[in-house]
């Protein structure tokens, strides 16, 4: 009696291995609040020759933007497309910016 539980436990045991090895984790990111707007950082890296680089995926109000660098030490950010533009009054780059530089 008891190997017959024993057999149905190993067996839920596995299919329940085999069902969460499937699921997807939940995508992490950093969200504040700046200037009215909500700005997440979905995925960052720093640049590991330019320190003051980063390269970033962010959502601005739930919009999600393409990879842009963003250059902390010349406040400008490269877009997709190769074109350099200087952070705007509301740029995630300036968050980006102030919340890594006190990350120190």
């Given at each position: 009696m008891?190997?017959?539980?024993?057999?149905?436990?190993?067996?839920?045991?596995?299919?329940?291995?085999?069902?969460?090895?499937?699921?997807?984790?939940?995508?992490?990111?950093?969200?504040?609040?700046?200037?009215?707007?909500?700005?997440?950082?979905?995925?960052?890296?720093?640049s590991?020759?330019?320190?003051?680089?980063?390269?970033?995926?962010?959502?601005?109000?739930?919009?999600?933007?393409?990879?842009?660098?963003?250059?902390?030490?010349?406040?400008?950010?490269?877009e997709?497309?190769?074109?350099?533009?200087?952070?705007?009054?509301?740029?995630?780059?300036?968050?980006?910016?102030?919340?890594?530089?006190?990350?120190?």
């Amino acid at each position: 009696m008891r190997i017959k539980y024993l057999s149905a436990f190993i067996i839920y045991f596995f299919v329940s291995v085999l069902f969460l090895s499937f699921v997807s984790s939940a995508e992490a990111s950093v969200c504040r609040n700046y200037q009215e707007h909500q700005i997440c950082i979905i995925d960052i890296k720093r640049s590991a020759k330019n320190y003051w680089e980063y390269r970033a995926v962010v959502s601005v109000d739930g919009v999600k933007r393409p990879l842009e660098v963003y250059n902390c030490r010349d406040q400008n950010k490269v877009e997709e497309d190769g074109n350099i533009m200087p952070f705007d009054d509301v740029d995630p780059g300036k968050l980006i910016c102030r919340y890594f530089q006190k990350q120190k």
